[in-house]
């Protein structure tokens, strides 16, 4: 029954969102708790990489910083060029006011 409903659940597109949502409360729980002191030693704790000579070690939070950040907005890329090409951003009257909404966002901080 778990394995029927975690299965539904990925299939969903808002699954993503919904799993984003639920870790960043969890995160914001742990932090503004007693639990601060675990949290921020797990974001502190040491990471590295080895192929042959070559060593990457980083903490864990710079590795979600630097890979995980990336991997996230190259996936949001792909889905605004979906958008684009086929979807409900193909117009240029469905495209003017979440583009100018994104120039401001981009200008404006």
């Known amino acids: 029954m778990l394995t029927q409903f975690l299965q539904d659940f990925i299939k ?3 699954s993503a ?13 742990l932090e503004n ?5 675990f949290y921020t030693s ?3 704790t040491p990471v590295e990489i080895r192929f042959g000579d070559l060593q990457i070690a980083k903490p864990l939070l710079l ?17 605004i060029k979906r958008e684009v090409k086929e979807g ?8 003017t006011l979440p583009g100018i909404a994104a120039i401001g966002g981009m200008v404006v901080p």
């Open 88 to 95: 409900h951003l193909s117009s240029l009257s469905q495209i």
């Open 17 to 29: 969102g919904i799993l984003l949502i639920i870790v960043t409360i969890l995160a914001l729980i």
């Open 42 to 44: 797990f974001l502190h």
């Open 33 to 37: 708790t007693f639990m601060t002191v």
């Open 12 to 14: 969903k597109e808002s």
């Open 63 to 79: 590795w979600v910083n630097d890979g995980l950040m990336a991997v996230f907005f190259f996936v949001i890329g792909l889905e």
